[in-house]
């Protein structure tokens, strides 16, 4: 099963032209989905709409936090309840066109990857095209990845990828990176489309992005510096002290 899971905060308006394109989408693919809304404490209609759109098409299911507590925790809350096996994810906002999601998806499948990110081929504002590529050239540089685009939201990647994550703030801006650091080296990137928002308001900019994002980049440097992967070469058989006697399995 493929779980597509959309953060959403304000974003009533967006909800029902986006679901009716990723039913498009996904109609044509060989396995079963869900799509799970995760409403990270939204004021408007979004709790609504999504109980409305439920309720018409059950492979979409919500969610919904008591309060605001980011995009991080949104993503990370759909993943618990995901039930397949793949995951993909898109922004709530419109900007991540849904008919992508069957290449990324074939692709992940059939090279048999871990991960498959999109990078936004086309900007529609300067500032942001500029201020992007330069944190993403600190990103990459502070933690020794080669994401040239871990803005863009539109990925698929096996469930066991995001598996025990340690979650902050600012897990979805490293998500690549995190899940090499979990284990999973298969990863590629491929170039896919970006809209310009029309409804709505964005919850981001480069003035509350910044700071935060260089004390994250220093952070998960940290984290990749200071993890330990013990590798065990043997072990007692739980089994043998049951009966009392010695026993030791060597692992080659």
């Given at each position: 099963m493929l779980s597509v899971v959309i953060p959403v905060k304000d974003e009533a308006e967006s909800i029902p032209m986006l679901a009716s394109e990723i039913e498009d989408?996904?109609?044509?693919?060989?396995?079963?989905?869900e799509c799970i809304w995760v409403d990270d404490g939204s004021s408007d209609g979004t709790a609504?709409?999504?109980?409305?759109?439920?309720?018409?098409?059950?492979?979409?299911r919500w969610i919904r936090h008591d309060r605001s507590y980011g995009?991080?925790?949104?993503?990370?809350?759909?993943?618990?309840?995901?039930?397949?096996?793949i995951i993909a994810t898109l922004d709530g906002d419109g900007q991540n066109p849904?008919?992508?999601?069957?290449?990324?998806?074939?692709?992940?499948?059939?090279d048999d990857l871990d991960m498959v990110c999109?990078?936004?081929v086309r900007r529609y504002s300067l500032v942001r095209l500029l201020s992007s590529r330069i944190a993403n050239g600190f990103r990459n540089a502070v933690t020794g990845d080669s994401i040239r685009d871990v803005g863009c939201s539109l990925r698929a990647f096996r469930a066991g990828c995001v598996a025990g994550l340690?979650?902050?703030?600012?897990?979805?801006?490293f998500l690549p990176t995190l899940v090499r650091m979990n284990g999973y080296e298969r990863i590629v990137e491929v170039p896919v489309e970006h809209r310009p928002r029309t409804k709505g308001r964005t919850k981001y900019g480069i003035h509350n992005r910044l700071w935060v994002g260089i004390a994250d980049t220093l952070a998960v440097r940290w984290m990749s510096k200071r993890k330990v992967e013990p590798k065990v070469i043997a072990y007692s058989s739980p089994s043998a002290h049951a009966h009392g006697a010695a026993s030791k399995e060597t692992i080659e």
């Open positions: 989408a996904l109609g044509g693919v060989s396995i079963a989905w609504v709409e999504l109980e409305r759109l439920a309720d018409r098409t059950p492979q979409h995009q991080s925790a949104a993503l990370s809350t759909g993943f618990s309840h995901a039930r397949g096996g849904p008919a992508e999601i069957p290449r990324i998806l074939e692709r992940l499948i059939g999109g990078y936004r340690f979650l902050f703030r600012g897990t979805h801006r």
